[in-house]
């Protein structure tokens, strides 16, 4: 009966945990010119929280970050994703781990032969849903005030508008998993606020979490948690 109950109970709460990192070690090259980036990280990321991880440049956040999403090859510790250990999966199972995750990084990478709606329509298509996907994108776009720009192409649109529109792509089929990589530089301080203020409201709503790296102090507030990276080690935790 012990025994029952304590797998039960490790059941839940690994069901309720969007990320489990376990000792992960990761280095880039390989021999005498291996360097290890990340060291020993252990991280648990429930659903529905928004965590901000912080530190200074090269300190390995963005290493970290393309861990959790599936866009490099672990080489060592264990990373649970949505219920899912990425440790020794293929490039083919690890696309489909990514499908679930909604990514915003600081380039938009827009297609710029495409208007905005079809940027983010483009997102919508790979759940397989083509009758909606123009309302969705429509939607999504308004959500973030682009009501009034969502036929316009990239190279008609600033630079803080190409970025919502990248914005909107991530999150346009409503991912478990958002990982952003400095989401609000390239917007000024009420674009900013609007960003963030989505992604909160989408991580209550929909019991999505959020892990974002930012240096912009303006949002911190946002934060269930907010993590310091230093030298690739997890240094400190505020609440």
Request: glycine share 8%; proline share 2%.
């Amino acid at each position: 009966m012990f025994k029952a109950q304590q797998q039960s109970k490790t059941n839940f709460l690994s069901n309720n945990l969007a990320v489990q990192i376990q000792q992960l070690n990761y280095s880039f090259g390989i021999g005498d010119l291996s360097k290890q980036v990340l060291f020993d990280i252990s991280l648990e990321l429930p659903k529905g929280q928004i965590v901000i991880l912080t530190g200074p440049s090269g300190s390995g956040k963005t290493t970290l970050l393309t861990l959790v999403g599936g866009l490099r090859q672990l080489q060592n510790g264990s990373l649970r994703i949505l219920d899912q250990e990425l440790m020794g999966l293929g490039d083919r199972d690890l696309v489909n781990v990514r499908r679930n995750i909604g990514f915003i990084f600081q380039a938009h990478n827009l297609f710029e032969s495409l208007t905005a709606s079809q940027n983010v329509e483009m997102a919508v298509e790979l759940t397989g849903e083509f009758s909606s996907k123009r309302d969705q994108a429509m939607a999504m776009l308004s959500a973030l005030g682009l009501a009034d720009r969502v036929n316009y192409k990239p190279q008609s649109l600033s630079g803080g508008q190409k970025q919502r529109v990248a914005i909107a792509r991530a999150l346009v089929n409503h991912p478990k998993l958002i990982l952003a990589d400095e989401p609000t530089a390239a917007l000024d301080k009420k674009s900013g606020r609007d960003v963030v203020n989505y992604l909160h409201i989408l991580s209550r709503r929909e019991n999505s979490t959020v892990l974002m790296i930012t240096h912009d102090n303006r949002i911190l507030d946002v934060a269930d948690r907010i993590i310091n990276l230093v030298d690739g080690r997890l240094e400190s935790e505020r609440i």
